[in-house]
């Protein structure tokens, strides 16, 4: 099984809809935050630095509610590679309890070079980045 990269939220008392439960916006602040994090990562750039891609899409699914001090778990696992485009699944749960599924989400990013504000090709060090990353697993599950 691939990789995922992962990151955990603590949900703030902010994060509630009127019922109390994460409000759905969240959950697109949380993948975003798990995909910038996890690009910084696999190009190898500082947090400080922007990334030379672009969010075109992006869609949720909300299985169980979450609430104020629930811990969250973003897993993000990229799961096509496409010529200048790339597609990720987000899995959040409960970070205590992993089979606690709380929303399932999709993003589809394209690479961008904003000086000429065109769309580029996905970079071969980019590529050789995420599948090094997300076979990581696969190699350890191979010695054990």
Not at 28 to 37: C, E, K, P, Q, S
Request: proline share 4%; net charge negative.
């Amino acid at each position: 099984m691939p990789q995922a990269f992962t990151q955990q939220f603590d949900v703030a008392y902010r994060d509630q809809d009127p019922a109390g439960h994460v409000s759905a916006a969240m959950y697109y602040v949380y993948m975003l935050n798990a995909y910038m994090a996890y690009a910084h990562e696999l190009l190898g750039l500082p947090l400080t630095d922007g990334i030379p891609q672009i969010m075109l899409k992006t869609s949720c699914e909300y299985v169980h509610p979450a609430k104020w001090g629930d811990t969250l778990k973003v897993s993000a696992l990229i799961t096509r590679l496409g010529t200048k485009s790339f597609d990720i699944e987000y899995r959040i749960t409960i970070a205590a309890d992993e089979a606690r599924v709380i929303a399932m989400g999709s993003s589809t990013h394209v690479a961008y070079d904003y000086a000429t504000e065109r769309t580029v090709p996905l970079t071969d060090t980019f590529r050789e980045r995420v599948r090094a990353y997300q076979e990581e697993s696969r190699e350890a599950e191979a010695v054990a």
